[in-house]
Nanobody
Framework: QVQLVESGGGLVQAGGSLRLSCAASGGTSSRYAMGWFRQAPGKEREFVAA????????YYADSVKGRFTLSRDVAKNTAYLQMNSLKPEDTAVYSC????????????????????WGQGTQVTVSS
């Protein structure tokens, strides 16, 4: 059973930056495709960014492209979401997800493809 623990959320002013971390543990392999999703109040959860288990492939939602960067440390089983130029509309609960059933360069952009989920971390961007 894989456990995911997110950290790094908080309150920041518009234009500021935050870095979210997602640490994975408990699995028999470190070959997780990982992704981030977010859910704002009253809205459905939406895709933010994804990275392959090798780290060689990434994919971003148009709304965050150029502002967010997803990376990973395979040895530490941790993914990092660097969020720059934050906007009030980025306010949401951010959740990371992982799945072992992918190839080295595969990125997963849909929620149903992920087997494991973290508990989420709140990001609030004030105007």
């Amino acid at each position: 059973q894989v456990q995911l623990v997110e950290s790094g959320g908080g309150l920041v002013q518009a234009g500021g930056s935050l870095r979210l971390s997602c640490a994975a543990s408990g699995g028999t392999s470190s070959r997780y495709a990982m992704g981030w999703f977010r859910q704002a109040p009253g809205k459905e959860r939406e895709f933010v960014a994804a990275i392959s288990w090798s780290g060689s492939s990434t994919y971003y939602a148009d709304s965050v492209k150029g502002r967010f960067t997803l990376s990973r440390d395979v040895a530490k089983n941790t993914a990092y979401l660097q969020m720059n130029s934050l906007k009030p509309e980025d306010t949401a609960v951010y959740s990371c997800a992982a799945d072992l059933r992918t190839g080295a360069t595969t990125v997963l952009t849909t929620q149903r493809r992920y087997e494991y989920w973290g508990q989420g971390t709140q990001v609030t961007v004030s105007s």
